[in-house]
């Protein structure tokens, strides 16, 4: 038949009949901060992205019609209208505000419970979400100015004799207000994370 092996196990090697407690490490409160801090790194490299190329194509759009007469040459560039050139500024400073943010947003990434960085980042985020805002809605009233005319005031559509112009102004009022859109997001995630503190 079959025999059996019994194995004694003395009862001094278990932690429990020393009295002795089994440390287990309890998971730390808040893990959800550090990943709240690592999309906003993420959304903040985005919206630069946003930003400086709404910047850099607005800079850039300029288009001059192949005819021209003796005393005048048709050409339309960012810098003929004063609103676009606002746009490009505001939107360079918006770009730089960004990559000077990324170190703070490296630390709360490091300490997710650190207060003060997050509120700092609030408060300019808040700053430049309304600077971005200003200058994408002043550009965007622009383009459809210059899409569509406005008969009142006899203003007459640029869009057809410019087309590479006005579609390199309108990629850029776009790329601006993706930037918008994730300062929004930027605010709401910093107001998430510093209401649960």
Not at 35 to 64: C, E, H, P
Not at 70 to 77: G, P, R
Request: glycine letters at 6%.
């Amino acid at each position: 038949m079959m025999s059996s092996t019994t194995i004694d196990v003395p009862a001094e090697s278990s932690n429990v009949a020393k009295g002795k407690a089994v440390l287990v490490a309890a998971p730390r409160p808040g893990g959800w901060k550090k990943g709240i801090a690592i999309v906003d790194f993420v959304l903040r490299l985005g919206a630069v992205a946003a930003a400086l190329g709404a910047a850099t194509t607005m800079a850039t759009a300029d288009q001059t019609l192949p005819f021209f007469t003796q005393f005048f040459q048709f050409e339309a560039s960012y810098d003929s209208f004063t609103t676009f050139q606002f746009f490009v500024i505001t939107m360079a400073l918006v770009g730089c505000y960004l990559v000077l943010s990324l170190p703070l947003s490296i630390v709360s990434i490091i300490r997710p419970h650190a207060l003060g960085p997050k509120l700092f980042l609030i408060i300019l985020d808040t700053v430049f979400l309304t600077l971005a805002t200003a200058s994408a809605a002043s550009a965007a009233a622009v383009v459809y100015v210059a899409h569509n005319g406005n008969q009142d005031s006899n203003w007459l559509a640029i869009c057809n004799q410019f087309g590479d112009f006005c579609a390199q102004t309108s990629g850029a009022v776009v790329s601006s207000l993706v930037a918008v859109v994730v300062f929004v997001l930027l605010i709401v995630m910093s107001a998430l994370a510093l209401g649960k503190h």
